[in-house]
Nanobody, 119 residues
Framework: QVRLMESGGGLVQPGGALRLSCVAS????????MGWYRQAPEGERELVAN???????TYADHLKGRFTISRDNSENTVYLQMNRLKPEDTAAYYC?????????????WGQGTQVTVSS
């Protein structure tokens, strides 16, 4: 069974930084995409960033320059470095992966980790 374990959320002041981590376990296949989504209170879940197995990254346009996604394939871990945080970055952040099983795709979500940006 594939499981995702997120860590690194917390309370930070505006302008501060946090680094989120997500470890995927239980997969015997390589992970095609690893990424992060977020959902603010009373908001919809939105894509933050993705990183593909070849290292290609994609970001939400409004987060480029402040957030950096990376992955360690040997550890099945994805990271999200968040800098110059703003109150509007407050949200639950969810790890998300896609695994290719032949012609099928498995999609998995983490439980979420809360990030609160407040003074």
């Amino acid at each position: 069974q594939v499981r995702l374990m997120e860590s690194g959320g917390g309370l930070v002041q505006p302008g501060g930084a946090l680094r989120l981590s997500c470890v995927a376990s239980g997969s015997r296949s390589s992970i095609y995409v690893m990424g992060w989504y977020r959902q603010a209170p009373e908001g919809e879940r939105e894509l933050v960033a993705n990183v593909y197995d070849d290292g290609v990254t994609t970001y939400a346009d409004h987060l480029k320059g402040r957030f950096t996604i990376s992955r360690d394939n040997s550890e099945n871990t994805v990271y999200l470095q968040m800098n110059r945080l703003k109150p509007e970055d407050t949200a639950a952040y969810y790890c998300h992966i896609l695994i290719m099983f032949g012609h099928d795709i498995g999609e998995y979500w983490g439980q979420g980790t809360q990030v609160t940006v407040s003074s």
